[in-house]
């Protein structure tokens, strides 16, 4: 089945104790990206990769750092959780990033306490 | 900066019709895409469009006014399980770039 998966679905944290959450899919997609979803904010995108050892910083890239490795993961890592980071977070991706269909992950939901 | 508008929520009746609009102010166009994304849950795909007009798709249909920078979404026959949040987001530049979403519409269908 095609699909993106996330790791972990809930996570609940310390500030300042990294975390890495983890995406993968299984469609051989050039493009994936990483969102966080606010109340009254909509989706902003953190950061984006183009393919393996290609990514770009999207809107809301401070507290983030991302790798492309291999052309099916894309880890989100937060090497200094702060509260403000309490998001829901969504991987998504794409044959190609202008493709009309982009598919997303389940989420994970990160508490910073 | 890109600017993408909808109205932040909606109530409808089930069996009746919606129309959800999206206006947008961005440097650049290369298509607008509708998602649905229910309560919790991921984003799902609904619509594309890149040229004006309709595009029709069983009860959903939506249409694309790049002069006027505005687009809608119309929901016919609808039922409780429509009740989401529906989200609108443009291509702003060609090629492998990414999607500007909008802040989402949440829809409540009534009995």
């Known amino acids: 089945e095609a699909q993106v998966t996330q790791n972990p679905r809930y996570l609940i944290t310390v500030t300042g104790k990294k975390l890495t959450v983890t995406c993968s899919q299984n469609m051989n997609h050039e493009y994936m990206s990483w969102y966080r979803q606010d109340p009254g904010l909509g989706l902003r995108q953190i950061y984006y990769?183009?393919?393996?050892?290609?990514?770009d910083k999207g809107d809301v890239p401070e507290g983030y750092k991302v790798s492309r490795k291999e052309k099916r993961n894309f880890p989100l890592i937060l090497e200094s959780p702060s509260p403000n980071q309490t998001s829901l977070y969504f991987c998504?991706?794409?044959?190609?990033?202008?493709?009309?269909?982009?598919?997303f992950g389940p989420g994970t939901r990160l508490l910073v306490l | 900066g890109q600017n993408i508008d909808q109205p932040t929520e909606m109530t409808a009746t089930e069996g009746a019709i919606v129309q959800i609009n999206c206006t947008y102010q961005?440097?650049?166009?290369?298509?607008l895409f509708w998602y649905q994304q229910h309560a919790g849950e991921a984003p799902t795909f609904l619509s594309y469009?890149?040229?004006?007009g309709l595009e029709e798709k069983g009860r959903f249909s939506s249409f694309l006014s790049r002069s006027k920078g505005y687009s809608y979404l119309l929901l016919k026959e609808l039922q409780m399980k429509d009740s989401a949040s529906y989200l609108c987001a443009v291509r702003v530049y060609s090629g492998n770039t990414p999607l500007v979403f909008g802040k989402g519409t949440r829809l409540s269908v009534i009995a």
């Open positions: 990769s183009m393919n393996v050892e290609v990514t």
């Open positions: 961005t440097s650049g166009f290369n298509g």
């Open positions: 469009n890149v040229l004006d």
């Open positions: 998504a991706s794409s044959f190609v990033a202008g493709a009309e269909t982009q598919y």
